[in-house]
């Protein structure tokens, strides 16, 4: 049942409502970002969100609001003995036309009845979770006292690219692990197919969802739908501990000249070594040829494929070099004498040098330069064996081709390394993007989706940035061929703005920064009046606006903890197959 709260005294359509409480209505028990509804005496109602909650000392602030006011005596009597001197503004966000939602346009007339939201307002403005199109996705805001789950559509959503932002810890990790549970369910039922790839810097995606300190709280998706996805570790010691994982590398053999350069990016090689690497290449390639037999002998197969071994190689590095085949198996191929490796490749390095030198001077103090900074590269899980530089084509034929849902986990000792994260996400997206450019003649299956979630995405799609990346080219381009990118980030203004005005839905959680708020309020009617609003989120809480869901709304978004046993059983109901307790707690 509704509880009146007060009465409207300013409406407009760009500055929103200003509404007088009603004496016995405590302000304190209304928070900014609450609905309301607001009656006017037609009988059509408005939704209203609060931006703004204020109180004026003085009685004749109130009352010259309604002099010479074409109202009725009886609501100017009401204003007079009824109301505090407290206030609230809002915005309209939609208001009801008989059987229909509309947005904006209109106003309701001074005089008009604000009111605590029902169920059935609810219910009516954001429709109903149906677990097929449309899924929970949280409670709103309202004043009063109202629990409703407010659904968003799955289809919608990921039909077109959508971005999820906040501060770290405001929960973007919890939803998203939300929405791809929903994702699995929508695909599993039939409605199209719906293929996934999530770069999971933590960890949290494939294994367990952590708390602030670091404790597991929950599954994530790879391990609640064990048996769907594929994951792929960094970290030996996940290989170690869980059984259904793949041990994956950077790959640096046999790559081109092009995929080199996206894995070197984060790097920031100088212009004059990425001007000449071509020239570097041949002259690198001639020395293999001549050096073939020499690493055959030392027990090692080193053939053109391994020319970026070459630009590792200088007199500081070669014992890193050493070392590395000697603690880690998975570099480079062979079993060899690990000295006389070690005499060819010093006598290898020279060789280089002196070449590039004999060209040009300057050609090699371009090399040296290089060498430098890809250097870096020998501590981090390379290979030059050709596994590995197999698997990325796996992974992306996987997406392409079949019904892959494949989670890269950069958790565990390598989850803070931005340059190993960037490398590889860049180098997957780089064969995907041409995989979709060699077979893009071919009719592309109807209801096909390929959904890349990306942590961190301005690294890849920020200003600058994303004109060349890879993923900027899939986040512009290849929505006809069923790419949608998923930009998860804090820092929402360091994207290129032709990738933000190309997100249909976005999720706003806390957010201080003045400028991140405002990109992240792009495409929203009235920015501003959002603005005061974004960063009084709590943790948990999220603004969603756009074609995902009916009309934009603060929801305190679904505990995905609480949810893992629904989901479950979803899951079951859809015939995809019985997850047993070791599916989400052992390994």
Same mark, same amino acid.
């Given at each position: /049942?509704?509880?009146?709260?007060?009465?409207?005294?300013?409406?407009?359509?760009?500055?929103?409502?200003?509404?007088?409480?009603?004496?016995?209505?405590?302000?304190?028990?209304?928070?900014?970002?609450?609905?309301?509804?607001?009656?006017?005496?037609? *009988?059509?109602?408005?939704?209203?969100?609060?931006?703004?909650?204020?109180?004026? =000392?003085?009685?004749?602030?109130?009352?010259?609001?309604?002099?010479?006011?074409?109202?009725?005596? *009886?609501?100017?009597?009401?204003?007079?003995?009824?109301?505090?001197?407290?206030?609230?503004?809002?915005?309209?966000?939609?208001?009801?036309?008989?059987?229909?939602?509309?947005?904006?346009?209109?106003?309701?007339?001074?005089?008009?009845?604000?009111? =605590?939201? =029902?169920?059935?307002?609810?219910?009516?403005?954001?429709?109903?979770?149906?677990?097929?199109?449309?899924?929970?996705?949280?409670?709103?805001?309202?004043?009063?006292?109202?629990?409703?789950?407010?659904?968003?559509?799955?289809?919608?959503?990921?039909?077109?690219? $959508?971005?999820?932002?906040?501060?770290?810890? =405001?929960?973007?990790?919890?939803?998203?692990?939300?929405?791809?549970?929903?994702?699995?369910?929508?695909? @599993?039922?039939?409605?199209?197919?719906?293929?996934?790839?999530?770069?999971? /810097?933590?960890?949290?995606?494939?294994?367990?969802?952590?708390?602030?300190?670091?404790?597991?709280?929950?599954?994530?998706?790879?391990?609640?739908?064990?048996?769907?996805?594929?994951?792929?570790?960094?970290?030996?010691?996940?290989?170690?501990?869980?059984?259904?994982?793949? &041990?994956?590398?950077?790959?640096?053999?046999?790559?081109?000249?092009?995929?080199?350069?996206?894995?070197?990016?984060?790097?920031?090689?100088?212009?004059?070594?990425?001007?000449?690497?071509?020239?570097?290449?041949?002259?690198?390639?001639?020395?293999?040829?001549?050096?073939?037999?020499? $690493?055959?002998?030392?027990?090692?197969?080193?053939?053109?494929?391994?020319?970026?071994?070459?630009?590792?190689?200088?007199?500081?590095?070669?014992?890193?070099?050493?070392?590395?085949?000697?603690?880690?198996?998975?570099?480079?191929?062979?079993?060899?004498?690990?000295?006389? $490796?070690?005499?060819?490749?010093?006598?290898?390095?020279?060789?280089?040098?002196?070449?590039?030198? *004999?060209?040009?001077?300057?050609?090699?103090?371009?090399?040296?330069?290089?060498?430098?900074?890809?250097?870096? @590269?020998?501590?981090?899980?390379?290979?030059?064996?050709?596994?590995?530089?197999?698997?990325?084509?796996?992974?992306?034929?996987?997406?392409?081709?079949?019904?892959?849902?494949?989670?890269?986990?950069?958790? *565990?000792?390598?989850?803070?390394?931005?340059?190993?994260? /960037?490398?590889?996400?860049?180098?997957?997206?780089?064969?995907?993007?041409?995989?979709?450019?060699?077979?893009?003649?071919?009719?592309?299956?109807?209801?096909?989706?390929?959904?890349?979630?990306?942590?961190?995405?301005?690294?890849?799609?920020?200003?600058?940035?994303?004109?060349?990346?890879?993923?900027?080219?899939?986040?512009?381009?290849?929505?006809? $061929?069923?790419?949608?990118?998923?930009?998860?980030?804090?820092?929402?203004?360091?994207?290129?703005?032709?990738?933000?005005?190309? &997100?249909?839905?976005?999720?706003?959680?806390?957010?201080?920064?003045?400028?991140?708020?405002?990109?992240?309020?792009?495409?929203?009617?009235?920015?501003?009046?959002?603005?005061?609003?974004?960063?009084?989120?709590?943790?948990?809480?999220?603004?969603?606006?756009?074609?995902?869901?009916?009309?934009?709304?603060?929801?305190?978004?679904?505990?995905?903890?609480? @949810?893992?046993?629904?989901?479950?059983?979803?899951?079951?109901? @859809?015939?995809?197959?019985?997850?047993?307790?070791?599916?989400?707690?052992?390994?």
């Amino acid at each position: /049942m509704r509880r009146e709260l007060g009465i409207v005294l300013e409406a407009s359509a760009s500055d929103g409502v200003k509404v007088l409480l009603r004496s016995g209505v405590n302000p304190e028990d209304i928070e900014v970002g609450s609905l309301i509804i607001i009656e006017s005496r037609s *009988g059509r109602t408005f939704l209203v969100l609060i931006d703004d909650i204020g109180y004026t =000392t003085e009685d004749h602030e109130i009352i010259k609001d309604v002099e010479g006011m074409e109202l009725e005596p *009886g609501v100017i009597r009401f204003v007079r003995s009824r109301l505090s001197k407290s206030y609230i503004k809002g915005t309209i966000i939609a208001y009801r036309d008989g059987d229909r939602v509309r947005r904006g346009g209109r106003v309701p007339e001074l005089g008009s009845h604000a009111y =605590t939201p =029902t169920y059935e307002d609810i219910q009516f403005y954001y429709g109903e979770a149906d677990w097929s199109i449309r899924y929970p996705v949280g409670y709103p805001k309202v004043v009063g006292e109202v629990s409703y789950e407010v659904p968003i559509s799955i289809e919608d959503l990921f039909n077109l690219n $959508f971005g999820v932002f906040g501060k770290a810890g =405001t929960g973007k990790t919890f939803l998203s692990n939300l929405l791809i549970a929903y994702g699995i369910l929508y695909s @599993l039922g039939g409605r199209g197919r719906m293929n996934l790839l999530v770069f999971d /810097m933590q960890g949290e995606y494939a294994f367990d969802v952590l708390d602030d300190r670091g404790n597991p709280v929950s599954s994530g998706v790879g391990r609640l739908f064990r048996d769907v996805f594929t994951i792929y570790v960094l970290d030996e010691e996940y290989q170690n501990k869980y059984s259904h994982v793949n &041990l994956l590398r950077l790959p640096l053999y046999n790559l081109s000249r092009e995929e080199l350069e996206y894995i070197i990016d984060p790097l920031e090689p100088t212009p004059g070594f990425k001007n000449n690497l071509s020239a570097i290449e041949k002259h690198i390639k001639n020395a293999l040829n001549r050096f073939i037999d020499r $690493f055959k002998e030392a027990g090692f197969e080193i053939g053109s494929g391994h020319w970026i071994l070459g630009l590792l190689i200088a007199p500081y590095t070669i014992e890193r070099i050493v070392n590395k085949v000697k603690s880690d198996q998975f570099f480079i191929g062979g079993s060899g004498s690990v000295e006389e $490796f070690k005499t060819v490749l010093d006598e290898f390095s020279s060789y280089i040098r002196e070449a590039i030198k *004999g060209d040009s001077p300057a050609l090699l103090s371009s090399y040296e330069a290089g060498v430098r900074r890809l250097s870096t @590269l020998i501590d981090l899980p390379i290979s030059f064996i050709d596994k590995y530089n197999k698997l990325i084509d796996d992974i992306v034929n996987n997406l392409y081709l079949n019904d892959g849902k494949i989670i890269i986990s950069f958790g *565990g000792r390598w989850s803070r390394n931005s340059i190993l994260y /960037m490398a590889l996400a860049n180098l997957i997206a780089s064969r995907l993007k041409n995989l979709i450019d060699s077979r893009q003649y071919e009719r592309v299956e109807e209801g096909r989706k390929i959904i890349i979630l990306l942590e961190e995405a301005h690294r890849f799609l920020g200003r600058g940035v994303s004109i060349y990346n890879p993923f900027g080219k899939l986040a512009r381009e290849y929505r006809k $061929f069923g790419v949608t990118v998923v930009p998860i980030d804090q820092k929402p203004s360091e994207l290129d703005p032709d990738v933000s005005s190309m &997100l249909w839905t976005k999720i706003v959680f806390n957010l201080s920064d003045e400028k991140d708020i405002m990109d992240a309020l792009i495409g929203i009617d009235y920015p501003s009046r959002y603005k005061r609003i974004i960063p009084t989120l709590e943790r948990g809480e999220a603004l969603i606006y756009g074609i995902g869901i009916n009309i934009p709304t603060i929801l305190k978004i679904l505990n995905y903890s609480e @949810l893992t046993d629904r989901l479950k059983d979803e899951y079951d109901k @859809l015939g995809g197959g019985r997850l047993e307790s070791s599916d989400l707690y052992g390994d």
